[in-house]
């Protein structure tokens, strides 16, 4: 028997398909929802209550300290005690948001505390509201310099979605592996997985290098 062959490639193509398709759907919905939580813990981080304040850095900091896969299956099999029934893919999509939004909270609180004091000044000075100091003078400094670290953490969550086979999520990887299981042989279907994770991880390299360039350049911070 060959160590590769290429028959064996063409037939694990349908359970990689499908299985990319997965991968790449959780990783789109677990993201969008890392980056809108992640901006809301750090919003509340910098509350001038300092009770909500830390509060909140204790809850970032125990998502952060505890692993991805407990998180997964507390949610998944220990939820139900409770009365808590979720289902598998919600519940993955929803673990990987949260813990992600953990760590992207902390990057746009670096972003937030980069920004000039002199600008929080100017906004007091002109009496500008709450809102509008941070939705049109705050934000738009502090999110663009931090676009390449969200960007890592986006690629991080794409390689870390087959922690979702533990609640029978069939992503790209454990796809691989049932096709290795249904026919004895894993190194072509396993080699492909692993090939596709890189053209991935390499495209989303790409996009968020070139978001990153197009934001420094409309808001003129290069």
Known sequence: MSIWDWSYVWEAMPYLY???????????LGFAIALVLGL?????????????SRSMAEIVEFIR???????????????????????????GIGALGLHYAAYCSEVYR???????????EACTALNLSRRRTWSAIIL????????PALGNYFIGMFKSTPILAAIAILE???QAKIFGGNNYRYIEAITMAGFFYLVFTLVASA???SVSVWLNRRYHLE
Not at 76 to 86: E, K, L, N
Not at 110 to 120: F, N, T
């Open 18 to 28: 499908h299985g990319a398709i997965v991968t790449v759907q959780a990783t789109l």
């Open 40 to 52: 809301v813990f750090a919003l509340i981080r910098q509350s001038p209550n300092r009770y909500v």
């Open 172 to 174: 790209m990887l454990q």
């Open 65 to 91: 300290s505890t692993p991805l896969l407990l998180q997964v299956f507390f949610v998944y099999f220990v939820g139900p005690q409770f009365g808590v029934v979720i289902p598998a893919w919600i519940c």
């Open 110 to 120: 670096a972003g937030i505390l980069a920004v000039d004091e002199g600008q929080w």
């Open 140 to 147: 738009p400094q502090a999110i663009p310099p931090v676009v």
């Open 207 to 209: 996009i968020v290098q």
